[in-house]
C-alpha cells in the first residue's frame, strides 16, 4: 500500500494531497529539501479546531506505533506513568489529547505488554478519560484509593519488570515524583517492589522517535519559522538607525501572538559590529555595517523548531557584504557538512562529536559544536553532540544516536575578518534536520548565504 508518506518522498506534495481523505484536516506538506528558499512564503495555517484534529490523529499513530516497540526493545512488560494537575511530568505531557491541556487531579498512565505478540494495553486509572486513547480502568464507586485500584491492576497482570520513571541523566525521564513514588509502592506488595526498574530509556525513546506522519508535515512547520525570520531580516521590520535589537525580539513575538502560534523560548538578537566586543544586544540600534543573528524557535502542532540565521546590513554604495563575513558564513557551512558526515547510529554523540571536531580542526577551521534533538521540545530526548560551553565528554552526550530521530544542527565557527581589522567574529548557524540511519538531510534547507538588508 502505497502511504501519504511514502508518495510525498517519491511524488511530492501535490500527488500525496490528492490522496489524502478530504474530511481529515492536513498542514501544507512540501518535501525535504537541502534548498532554503531566501523569503518564503508562509505556509497556510490551521484553525485551533483543525490543529487538534491533527496533534490527536499524530498522537494515536504514536501510541499505536512507538509504544510496543519501545517496551519490547527495552525488555519493559509495565510501563507507569504518574503526573498531578498542573505538574505533569514530559511525557505524561506529550500523551494529553489536545483537549486536555492538564492531567486530572491525579493522572496514572499505565502500559502492559501481554507478549506473544497482543497488542499493549493502555490503561488510565484516572478519574477522567483521554479521548478514547487509554481504557478507562478504575471506579472511584467501587474502589476509592486510587493507588490500591493501581496494586490491583498490576497484580492481576503480574509483570516481570514495572518501569517507573526516575533518572539521574535527563528530566525527560525524571517525572516520578517522591510522594508519588511512595503512594505507588507502599501499595504494593514487597514482591512486586523488588520489580520495578528505570523507566528513563522508555521515556527518552518515546520522546525521541518521529512516526511518518510527523515527518510528513515537519518541513512545512520549518517553511513557517523560515518565513518569520526572512521577514523580520527585512526592511518591514528593521530601519537602519532607528530599529533597536530589542524591537525585532518583540516583533516576533506579537507576529507569533497574532497567528496563534507560541514561541517555546524568547526570540534571540544581537549584532556583531567592527570594533565592538561581542554580542550587542537590547537597546543598540541596528547599523548600516552591522552583521545580525537571530535565534528563532516555534511550536505548531506540538513539533517544535530551532533556527538560527545571520543578515548583514548594507552600508550605502555597498552590493554585498565584505568578502570575510561571506567566508565565515562558508566556513560554518563546511563545519555542518562535517558534523553531518560524522553521523553514525549506535555511535554515542560524544564520539561523533569527536570525530567532527578533529575533522574540522583538520581543515583549518575553528569550530564549536552543540548541536541536540528536536521535536516535542526544542532541546529534546536524546543525545547531546556537544555544549556550547563544553566541547569535550560528557555524561549527557554518552547516550547513542537512534535512526529516526530529528536534529538541530546547532554550531558555530569563527574567523578573523580582514575587512574589520581581524576582528574574530561568530558565525553561528542552527537548521533543523532528520537522520534516518544513514544520512541527515535537511528538513527546509540551511542557510547558505548572508540575508542583505538595505541601509537606503
Not at 514487597?190 to 510527523?214: D, F, H, K, N
Not at 560551553?389 to 578573523?416: C, F
Request: proline share 6%; hydrophobic share 40%.
Amino acid at each position: 500500500m502505497i502511504t501519504r508518506f511514502n508518495c510525498l518522498l517519491a511524488a511530492g506534495s501535490m500527488a500525496c494531497a490528492a490522496q489524502a481523505d478530504a474530511s481529515e484536516p492536513m498542514p501544507p506538506v512540501i518535501p525535504m529539501s537541502e534548498t532554503e528558499q531566501a523569503d518564503p512564503a508562509r505556509p497556510q495555517l490551521l484553525s485551533m479546531r483543525e490543529r487538534a484534529a491533527v496533534i490527536d490523529r499524530i498522537l494515536q499513530e504514536r501510541l499505536d506505533q512507538i509504544i510496543p516497540r519501545i517496551m519490547r526493545e527495552q525488555n519493559v512488560q509495565m510501563w507507569v506513568l504518574v503526573a498531578r494537575e498542573y505538574f505533569e511530568e514530559p511525557v505524561v505531557a506529550s500523551m494529553l489529547d489536545a483537549r486536555n491541556f492538564h492531567a486530572r487531579r491525579r493522572t496514572l498512565l499505565v502500559f502492559f505488554d501481554p507478549g506473544d505478540g497482543q497488542p499493549v494495553e493502555r490503561l488510565t486509572v484516572s478519574r477522567y478519560g483521554l479521548a478514547g486513547l487509554f481504557e478507562p480502568a478504575w471506579d472511584p464507586e467501587e474502589e476509592p484509593d486510587q493507588w490500591a485500584a493501581l496494586a490491583d491492576i498490576i497484580a492481576e497482570r503480574d509483570p516481570s519488570t514495572i518501569a517507573v520513571n526516575t533518572s539521574d541523566i535527563t528530566a525527560f525521564g525524571d517525572g516520578m515524583t517522591l510522594s508519588q513514588y511512595r503512594g505507588m509502592v507502599d501499595a504494593l506488595p514487597e514482591s512486586y517492589r523488588e520489580r520495578i526498574v528505570s523507566g528513563e530509556r522508555l521515556s527518552v525513546r518515546w520522546l525521541e522517535e518521529r512516526v511518518p506522519a510527523e515527518l510528513e508535515i515537519y518541513p512545512g512547520i520549518v517553511r513557517v519559522a523560515h518565513s518569520l525570520i526572512a521577514r523580520a531580516f527585512s526592511r518591514e521590520v528593521i530601519t537602519p538607525g532607528e530599529t533597536t535589537v530589542a524591537d525585532v525580539q518583540w516583533w516576533y513575538r506579537e507576529e507569533l501572538a497574532r497567528l496563534g502560534l507560541k514561541p517555546w523560548f524568547h526570540p534571540g538578537v544581537g549584532v556583531q559590529r567592527q570594533g565592538a566586543e561581542g554580542m550587542l544586544r537590547g537597546d543598540t540600534v541596528i547599523e548600516p555595517g552591522d552583521l545580525i543573528w537571530t535565534d528563532f524557535g516555534i511550536t505548531y502542532l506540538r513539533l517544535n523548531t530551532d533556527t538560527q540565521h545571520l543578515a548583514y546590513v548594507l552600508k550605502p554604495g555597498e552590493t554585498d557584504a565584505p568578502a570575510g563575513l561571506v567566508q565565515g558564513l562558508k566556513n560554518t557551512n563546511r563545519v555542518q557538512d562535517i558534523l553531518i558526515e560524522s553521523f553514525e547510529a549506535g555511535l554515542p554523540g560524544n564520539a561523533v562529536l569527536a570525530r567532527a571536531r578533529a575533522a574540522a580542526l583538520a581543515e583549518g577551521l575553528d569550530p564549536s559544536i552543540y548541536s541536540h534533538p528536536i521535536g516535542l521540545h526544542g532541546h529534546g530526548a536524546g543525545t547531546a553532540i556537544g555544549f556550547w560551553d563544553n566541547q569535550k565528554d560528557d555524561p549527557r552526550g554518552a547516550y547513542p544516536v537512534h535512526a529516526g530521530t530529528m536534529w538541530s544542527i546547532e554550531l558555530t565557527s569563527y574567523l578573523e575578518v580582514p575587512e574589520w581589522g581581524g576582528q574574530r567574529v561568530d558565525f553561528r548557524s542552527e537548521e533543523d534536520a532528520w537522520f534516518d540511519g544513514e544520512s541527515v538531510r535537511f528538513l527546509d534547507g540551511r542557510q547558505t548565504e548572508l540575508t542583505l538588508i538595505a541601509s537606503d
